[in-house]
């Protein structure tokens, strides 16, 4: 059986290959989002922003208002919490077409 994130990711890889506005924006979490052979193959489109998930809103949401097709993704718990004010503001007010793709669901 395939993880869902991992069947995400692959097809994430597929879309971005063939797609150069495509790009997938994380928060340290490569691993835990299966992130690691996306970055590998397409470095150019892939950003790191650090433990920093407000930061990642706000850059993916810079990013999509230039025309790119961005995919935000990391921990859950982070999005529906720390960076909520974020996503509300710089991606559902300012209308910036953003995928959040939040894995490890749990408490936060």
């Not at 397409?42 to 930061?55: K, N, R």
């Not at 974020?86 to 910036?96: F, M, P, T």
Request: charged share 20%; proline share 3%.
């Amino acid at each position: 059986m395939i993880a869902c994130r991992k069947q995400f990711t692959d097809t994430l890889l597929e879309l971005a290959r063939e797609d150069k506005d495509i790009i997938a924006v994380t928060t340290d979490a490569r691993g835990s989002v299966t992130l690691g052979d996306y970055a590998n193959a397409l470095p150019e489109q892939f950003v790191e922003c650090g433990i920093a998930e407000q930061d990642a809103v706000g850059i993916s949401a810079g990013l999509a208002h230039s025309g790119k097709k961005v995919f935000c993704c990391g921990p859950a718990c982070f999005y529906v919490a720390r960076s909520l004010e974020q996503v509300k503001v710089d991606l559902a007010y300012s209308e910036n077409p953003v995928t959040i793709l939040g894995v490890s669901g749990g408490v936060a």
